[in-house]
């Protein structure tokens, strides 16, 4: 909970130059505290509404978390469906690791020699 966004998003390294962004934490994300300028308040047909916006970038991510910070991480609480979507980028690259050492480890297993009392009875 303590991790911080940009650590996990080596990609930017332009946007961990600024040290206010640099304090958003995944617990941030998930209690909606990140400080980003972040509107959803406005109809999804306005221009200006963050998710649209954040639909229509070519990196969803990076449209995310190069906005402006306008209070600092942790202090207020606005929605952001951007907080959302890093969250779920987080448990996709959680997910896709834990899947290569389960995968991993049953290669292993599958490649170990049995011994002879686990070896079936032909």
């Known amino acids: 909970m303590t991790a911080r966004i940009l ?4 990609n930017y390294p332009d946007l961990a130059a600024d040290p206010i962004k640099r304090r958003m934490t995944v617990a941030h994300a998930l209690t909606m505290r990140l400080g980003l300028a972040w509107d959803e308040d ?8 963050g998710e649209r916006q954040m ?6 991510y990076r449209n995310v ?24 980028h987080l ?5 896709s690791i834990a899947n290569e050492a389960h995968r991993f480890r049953l290669a292993v ?4 020699p049995m011994s002879q009392e ?5």
């Open 109 to 112: 297993i599958c490649t170990a």
């Open 91 to 95: 448990i996709a690259m959680i997910a």
């Open 42 to 49: 406005l109809a999804y047909s306005d221009p200006q509404n």
């Open 118 to 122: 686990l070896r079936p009875l032909v």
């Open 55 to 60: 639909e229509a970038a070519t990196d969803r």
């Open 65 to 88: 978390l190069e906005r402006p910070m306008v209070h600092r991480p942790g202090t207020v609480w606005n929605y952001c469906g951007g907080a959302t979507a890093i969250l779920g």
């Open 7 to 10: 650590d996990l998003f080596p």
